[in-house]
């Protein structure tokens, strides 16, 4: 007989919703929905949750069951953060996640996504901000709507061989997204080692994987580090 979920941790991010069971304390059944939260939650209804979104706020969930992931939430971290109210859940949980996994290192988090954020998370488990920044389609995308004559390369940029400077205008654009994305990561790096020794780089995000071969660091590839935060912060309210 198949052991039940103990709970469903669901990642709502801009493009898709992401659930993971936790079967004795192990990540399984991980599911991609194309659907809105409330079905998600429907499929579920038997289960508790905890729900990272960077969409939905303020919803009003039935609190026995549902841990809806705020700044306002019990956390294992601290949040040295003026504005909390704005700093999205998915941030929260990743930095936990981190923050469990190698809590005697300064870790530097990279989500590739929709947009790219950089966040720092010290070893004393403080959370000190971070970076926001356009993703790689997103980029790609801007430079095509905000111009009449540059074309849109999302679709076609794996294609393009290109060195920083280059020689054909989908090679610039290409060059423009791609090259600049790793030396705008490996900038942030270099300022932040003056201060922070032995800083541990966490990569993760959609587009991850096209960049870890390229970034100057040693570096963890956290496809599920939102998870893992998910469910220590859940673990750290009993």
Known sequence: MKDKPEVILVDVGNSAIKTTEVVNQTFQQMRTWKEDLSVVLEAYRDYPLVISSVREKGLELDSDRVLFLTHETNLPIQLEYETPETLGADRIAAAAGAHYLFPS???????LGTCMTIDLITK?????????????????????????????????????????????????????SFCCILHEINCVLKTLEKDFTSL?????????????????????????????????????QS
């Not at 290192?105 to 989500?111: G, Y």
């Not at 403080?126 to 095509?144: E, W, Y």
């Not at 995000?205 to 390229?214: K, R, V």
């Open 124 to 176: 004393e488990g403080v959370f000190k901000g971070g970076v926001i920044s356009p993703g790689l389609k997103m980029r790609m995308k801007a430079m095509a709507e905000y111009t009449d004559q540059l074309p849109d390369i999302s679709a076609e940029w794996e294609s393009i061989s290109s060195e920083v400077i280059g020689k054909t205008t989908i090679q610039c654009l290409y060059s423009g």
């Open 200 to 236: 541990n780089m966490i990569i993760t995000g959609g587009d991850a994987h096209y960049f870890e071969s390229s970034l100057k660091a040693h570096i963890f590839a956290g496809s599920k580090i939102v998870q893992e935060g998910l469910y220590r912060i859940w673990k750290h």
């Open 105 to 111: 290192e300064h870790n530097l988090i990279v989500d």
